[in-house]
């Protein structure tokens, strides 16, 4: 069953059960009332009667006496205890009363009864009679108006009823295209992605806060989240084909050349292989770069209370036995801070490679400490960065110089990993350059949690 039926069927069967409840509730309420109203006059009636012959007995018989209390349509009667009457007297409607089995009552008595099918009130009331005995006065009254009364009230109910579930349909069906409407139009916005592969946003025309208002901004959101991971995604795959066709492109042309060439000239063979190995080992670098960098968009960090200038100095070691480089560290007072070490070792690494890569000098590292953070400066005399450049330095598979970038083996992911790994860490990285003079890369790390 669609939405639209559901809610339909739900709200009509709710509103009607309501009207019904109501209905009946009225009906109840209205009958008891009535029937004890009924029930209140007859005990009146017959209290003002006792004492209209109790005050007359004497003087006349008892007979004539209750002619004149009959009721208009009903009976009166003098009741003994040995249930014998002193008097019984019926209205020409009521004849049939007098058929009826008579009990006698030691004090008030009072009920609705029903007999031969017509409703009476019935009261009994103890009086003293002329020869000093205890007897009823019983008085019988028919409220079969009352109860025409009420079956009128409920005949009405019941025509009310039917007739408001018109407006209940109609009303449950407007309600129903209403909240319908908002989800109707995403539905149709999701089939025109589908079908044009665009990515659409809702019209959201209602300024206030309901929850399908919330729902339509929720769909934009998603969609315009969607749109910026395709673009990326289509920029990053884009940018990666074409880097990785440079030298797949040199390593093709090298092994046609050694092909046609090659076992003539020994001096073009060894060159063609240096130049092989080295665009397969750059290859490499840049495929395992962006893997990390596409396995980590999420990167999983370990802090822990470390010792950073000692983390920094065991670093700087392991890089000057790989690379043969002098690598000066200023600052020799112990620095401790909260971070996770594999992840600073890695940024660590990066900012030396790049040091080393375009500088030929020593390179020096500065560890010093504030009141709230620990920094840690990487700085070389080298090739340096254009001013121009610098804002695009960690944008992916940017380099500065193509051509040297290339002869150095840079990839153009470095200090895009750096960034994200800083990120991470919750540390910020400036980095200072001139032309020819060189660069400084400066880590801030907080020094607590």
């Given at each position: ?58 003087g006349i018989a008892p007979s004539d006496l209750i002619l004149a209390f009959v009721p208009v349509d009903g009976m009166i009667q003098i009741l003994k205890e040995d249930l014998t009457s002193d008097g019984k007297t019926t209205s020409t409607s009521a004849e049939k009363l007098r ?280 700085e070389d005399k080298g090739i340096g960065i254009p001013k121009e450049d610098l804002p695009k330095v960690f944008d992916r598979f940017y380099r500065v110089d193509q051509a040297r970038s290339r002869k150095q083996g840079g990839s153009g992911l470095g200090l895009t990993m750096a ?31």
């Open positions: 069953m669609k939405l639209r039926s559901k809610i339909n069927l739900y709200t009509s069967v709710l509103f009607i059960v309501l009207l019904i409840c109501m209905n009946v509730s009225i009906y109840f309420v209205f009958s008891h009332l009535m029937k004890e109203n009924e029930l209140e006059r007859a005990q009146a009636e017959a209290e003002k009667v006792a004492t209209e012959i109790g005050n007359a007995v004497d058929a009826r089995k008579s009990n006698f009552y030691p004090g008030e008595f009072s009920e609705l009864i029903s007999y031969d099918g017509t409703p009476y009130v019935f009261v009994s009331s103890p009086i003293v009679w002329s020869d000093g005995t205890v007897v009823n006065l019983q008085l019988t009254t028919s409220i079969e108006s009352t109860n025409d009364m009420i079956h009128l009230l409920a005949i009405v109910l019941i025509f009310v009823t039917v007739i408001a579930m018109i407006p209940t349909f109609v009303s449950s069906r407007i309600l129903s295209n209403l909240i319908i409407q908002p989800i109707r139009t995403m539905i149709n916005t999701m089939k025109d992605i589908q079908k044009s592969g665009q990515f659409k946003q809702l019209k959201l025309e209602d300024t206030t806060e309901g929850e399908l208002v919330e729902m339509g901004e929720t769909f934009n959101h998603m969609m315009a989240l969607l749109k910026t991971n395709y673009e990326k995604q289509e920029q990053f795959v884009s940018n990666a084909s074409h880097e990785l066709r440079t030298p797949l492109t040199i390593i093709e042309n090298y092994a046609d050349l050694l092909k046609r060439r090659g076992l003539e000239r020994p001096d073009l063979f060894e060159e063609s292989i240096d130049a092989i190995h080295s665009e397969a080992i750059r290859m490499r670098e840049m495929t395992e770069q962006l893997l990390s960098i596409a396995r980590h968009e999420q990167w999983n960090i370990h802090t822990e209370q470390i010792n950073i200038t000692r983390l920094v100095q065991e670093t700087v070691n392991a890089f000057q036995t790989t690379y043969q480089r002098d690598i000066n560290i200023e600052g020799s007072y112990q620095i401790i801070g909260y971070t996770d070490i594999q992840k600073l070792k890695q940024l660590l690494f990066i900012f030396l490679d790049n040091a080393r890569k375009y500088s030929e000098g020593p390179i020096t590292v500065h560890v010093d400490q504030t009141e709230k953070e620990s920094i840690i400066q990487i960034k994200d790994i800083a990120d991470a860490l919750g540390a910020r990285i400036e980095i200072n350059s001139k032309e020819s003079q060189g660069t400084i890369v400066t880590l801030f790390m907080p020094i607590e949690e």
